[in-house]
């Protein structure tokens, strides 16, 4: 499974948009780019995912730079709710492929 | 919206004690999976589960632990004799897997404390 990395913490303004990067460059071509991200102990949560269009949905937005080697998840309202650690996976296509974590990115977002 | 459930929330034992793990997958679900995850560390694969078999166990997942699904909407985890150091907080998961639809979707989790 290809490796992402994401910077370890970020803060972000209540009501700005929340720009969380991750870099993977070492992405294959069917593996597919996840962001999950899990409040204070619950279990991880789905946000979004995408192989190579951008997507959106009613919770974020995900770019995904042309050559794959990076993503941004856009969360474009923060609210105090979304503070959270955030995961970037890279997920091969496939049933019953697991999700591989890392350390994440922590985002607070201050009031 | 459907959701996986897990119970107990949270459960306390002794050391050698056995422990089952309950979860109800999202109905329609195919693939099912256990993480966990050690309080301050990250979430840790355990074992997926699929057709009613073992798809994938990482090196964590050793002769202590079992899954099952035993009457078609339970997935369970067993740990034969705990350990200390399998306190953590146990999530399941599961995903319907098929086409562009394996997001995987967890529980709230079984925080267990073995004493």
């Known amino acids: 499974d290809a490796k992402t990395t994401q910077p370890t913490s970020m803060d972000c303004a209540e009501g700005r948009a929340a720009n969380l990067p991750c870099n993977h460059s070492t992405i294959s071509g069917n593996e597919y780019v996840y962001w999950y991200r899990q409040i204070h102990s619950q279990g991880p949560q789905y946000i979004i995912h995408g192989l190579k269009n951008n997507e959106t949905n009613e919770m974020a937005s995900l770019i995904i730079t042309e050559d794959r080697k990076s993503s941004t998840l856009i969360l474009p309202h923060a609210t105090l709710r979304d503070t959270a650690v955030y995961y970037c996976i890279a997920r091969p296509r496939g049933g019953a492929q697991k999700l591989v974590f890392g350390q994440g990115t922590r985002l607070t977002i201050n009031p | 919206e459907p959701e996986v459930t897990q119970t107990p929330s949270h459960q306390v034992t002794q050391m050698g004690q056995e422990v089952i793990l309950r979860c109800v997958p999202i109905s329609n679900h195919l693939y099912f999976y256990w993480y966990r995850q050690i309080l301050g560390q990250k979430v840790e694969f355990l074992v997926s589960?699929?057709?009613?078999?073992?798809?994938?166990k990482s090196e964590i997942f050793d002769d202590q632990f079992s899954v099952e699904r035993p009457d078609g909407s339970n997935f369970t985890l067993k740990i034969r004799s705990t350990k200390l150091e399998d306190s953590a907080m146990y999530f399941c998961?599961?995903?319907f897997g098929q086409g562009n639809t394996g997001e995987l979707f967890f529980g709230e989790g079984s925080r267990l404390t073995v004493l």
């Open positions: 998961a599961s995903s």
């Open positions: 589960f699929y057709n009613n078999e073992i798809s994938e």
